[in-house]
């Protein structure tokens, strides 16, 4: 679920391990209970384990490619309700330490969050939107397309230095496939204008 490279030390540790990891020095400045939000992490937020994803979608401005990002969301389910309940059920919620709980569930949100989204590489974005508007192409058409993008487009926003590298970059994070040569989009498209 959690990218690989934010496994401290390369050690094998548990999301719940990863997500106290981010909030250390915040429980530690707000002087909050660490077990208190361990307890609160394992009681609301459910990773399922050996499911495919929920879904998966990039999101694509053809005024600034730059800006791509492609979010899978992982199956994480997360329980505010209960959250909510329990920290009223103890009646911290008028309390600093009722706050700065609720606080650090809601940075344990944006943390899963920042770990699902991927920032594509302008390359990468400009294939991506090629495909996107061919429906499905071969290399070879993907690169013509591209250059008869760059040569009405004067401004050269449609150059991509690699195709190939950027369809493989794509491939890697699920985002494209390829069947007898002809590559074709995995994920929900949102072009934003």
Known sequence: ???????LYNQP???????INDQRDFIKEHRIDEISV???FKATI?????????ASV???SPDDFSKAKSTKIS???INLKFAIDMIFAVNLVLTSDGMWLLLSLLKAIVFLYDSMTTKLEKDEAIVLFAIYRLQKADS???????????????????KVANV?????????????????????????IVVKK
């Open 75 to 77: 199956n994480v389910r």
């Open 140 to 158: 070879s058409r993907i690169k013509e397309y591209l250059d008869s993008l760059a040569t009405s487009n004067k401004s050269g926003d449609f």
């Open 58 to 60: 990039v999101y694509i």
């Open 1 to 7: 679920m959690l990218k690989e490279s934010e496994k």
């Open 46 to 54: 459910d990773f399922v384990e050996n499911e495919p994803e929920a």
């Open 13 to 19: 540790c548990s999301e719940y391990d990863l997500l």
């Open 38 to 40: 361990q307890s609160l």
């Open 164 to 188: 190939d590298e950027s369809l493989q970059k794509l491939k890697k994070i699920n985002t494209i496939d390829t069947v007898d040569g002809m590559w074709y989009i995995t994920e929900l």
